[in-house]
């Protein structure tokens, strides 16, 4: 992508009107660009269409029209969910006119160096746990992104001696061209948005556009227990940072003593009073930093991201002693096995950001048995075989909902599970999920665990996992 000021007085069209659209069309607007925005939703559907208008923007509303795009366009920036499939970014690339996500022109404009996590799972959590640690250790940083706020806008107001800290989807990265985080950090690799990349290709070699930039100078952070991670460690640049829970690493951020596995078995009680998160220097120079049983986050899958968290905020000269009273004072974020409360002896969390098998995998690992599972939502045509052993050791009951209700059914029933409820979806989405909370409270006793955490994006019945998981929290609170 060329310099921002080169687009002064050239066509740019902005494709898509959510928070990183709206903030792309602002800047390319106030460098002089001749912007227009465009979104398949009505006018009325779009609260920012006036405020955009009002500053002198063209906005065009209720489809793709002929001419959108044409040989005076000088750069599409699309919304990261747009597929490459939509008519404007098809006929752009048939005109040879450069098609980035926000992510590529925020790398352009912040003048601080930029710290890029991606992955599978775990970006959220571990993006967030990154800035309270920067900020703890007195390094001054923003945390936006995919994590909500849009990079633009933050890129705009960070200060050159801070960090700009970037939770990004591989959605965004894969509208990347010459985007380079000085700290890139990659956490794992699962099979999951195959509805939006089709292949495993498209997808893994889009998280690795994260690596594709990076100099000497720059660090790489990487999970070494994920086999995709460490095979696509052979090709980054810069210096290597890994962390793992399993392998005693010669140099990184690292469990010790070693857990077996990443995952616990399903009737193992974990003992973490004697296991370190410990960091080893180039030199081999050894610190420890806390006893994971101290870290405020619960699950062998949180301990991880902390670990890349850990590692991130070392490469980004944070100094180890500052780092433990973070780690121990952090609960986590919501929607991410959040506490809900207790209500009539039972435990309810909402994991709504669980929206892949592995995902809630993790999740269900890190509580107690007698689990009644809520799960199910968008089909993206996985059958979830992969839960069975979950489903059979570690839950009491399954609560149903949502496009994939039937295939999630079928695996309880391979598990043998005789708590199971199918629950048949309502005009109101909001209601069907508080009729699921019911069941489920319905089949808990006192000492049981009602657990949210979907397997499922959240579109056939929500417009976000936030809201999936606020409604399930209202839910709870009022049984």
């Known amino acids: 992508m060329k310099e921002l000021t080169s687009y002064r007085g050239r066509e740019v069209v902005v494709l898509g009107l959510a928070r990183s659209g709206v903030a792309a069309a602002k800047l390319f607007h106030r460098i002089g660009a001749i912007v227009t925005v465009n979104d398949m939703k009505t006018h009325e559907q779009c609260p920012e269409a006036d405020e955009l208008t009002a500053l002198g923007i063209a906005v065009v509303c209720g489809g793709h029209p002929e001419g959108l795009v044409t040989e005076q366009t000088a750069l599409l920036v699309k919304n990261p969910g747009i597929p490459y499939t939509a008519e404007p970014i098809v006929v752009a690339q048939q005109l040879g006119v450069e098609v980035v996500s926000e992510v590529e022109v925020a790398g352009q404009l912040s003048p601080a160096p930029i710290v890029g996590i991606t992955g599978s799972n775990g970006k959220t959590t571990t993006t ?55 700290i890139a950090c990659l956490l794992n690799v699962a099979e999951t948005h195959l509805d939006y990349h089709v292949t495993m290709d498209d997808y893994v070699g889009s998280k690795a556009k994260l690596f594709a930039n990076l100099h000497e100078t720059d660090v790489a952070v990487y999970n070494e227990d994920d086999a995709l991670c460490r095979e696509l460690s052979q090709a980054m640049n810069g210096r290597h940072m890994p962390f793992s829970l399993t392998r005693r690493l010669t140099q990184g951020v690292s469990v010790e003593p070693p857990y077996a596995d990443i995952r616990p078995s399903a009737d193992e009680v974990d003992s973490d009073a004697e296991r370190w998160i410990v960091y080893r220097t180039d030199a081999g120079v050894e610190q420890r930093i806390i006893r994971v049983e101290e870290v405020g986050i619960p699950g062998r899958h949180n301990t991880a991201n902390a670990l890349a968290a850990v590692a991130i905020a070392l490469a980004a000269g944070a100094e180890p002693e500052r780092l433990a009273d973070p780690l121990r004072d952090f609960r986590g974020v919501e929607h991410r096995l959040e506490y809900v409360g207790k209500f009539q002896g039972v435990k309810y969390y909402n994991d709504s950001k669980a929206t892949n098998p592995m995902a809630s995998t993790m999740s269900i690992l890190s509580l107690p048995a007698r689990i009644i599972l809520i799960a199910g939502g968008l089909d993206r045509g996985s059958d979830y075989m992969e839960l069975v052993p979950i489903f059979r050791d570690r839950l009491k009951g399954l609560v149903a909902i949502g496009q994939t209700r039937d295939k999630l059914g079928k695996v309880a029933e391979i598990a043998r599970l005789s708590l199971v409820k199918i629950v048949e979806p309502e005009e109101d989405a909001e209601r069907t999920l508080h009729r699921a909370v019911m069941e489920a409270a319905a089949m808990a006793k006192p000492g049981d665990i009602v657990l949210l955490s979907p397997a499922c994006a959240s579109w056939d019945m929500f417009t976000s996992y936030e809201v999936r998981g606020r409604i399930f929290k209202h839910s709870a609170h009022t049984l």
């Open 128 to 182: 967030t746990l990154t800035g309270v640690l920067l900020e703890a250790a007195g390094l001054k940083s923003i945390v936006a992104g995919n994590i909500g706020r849009p990079l633009c806008e933050a890129a705009e107001e960070i200060a050159a001696d801070g960090w700009l800290v970037a939770e990004l989807s591989s959605f965004q990265l894969k509208g990347t061209v010459d985007f380079r985080p000085r």
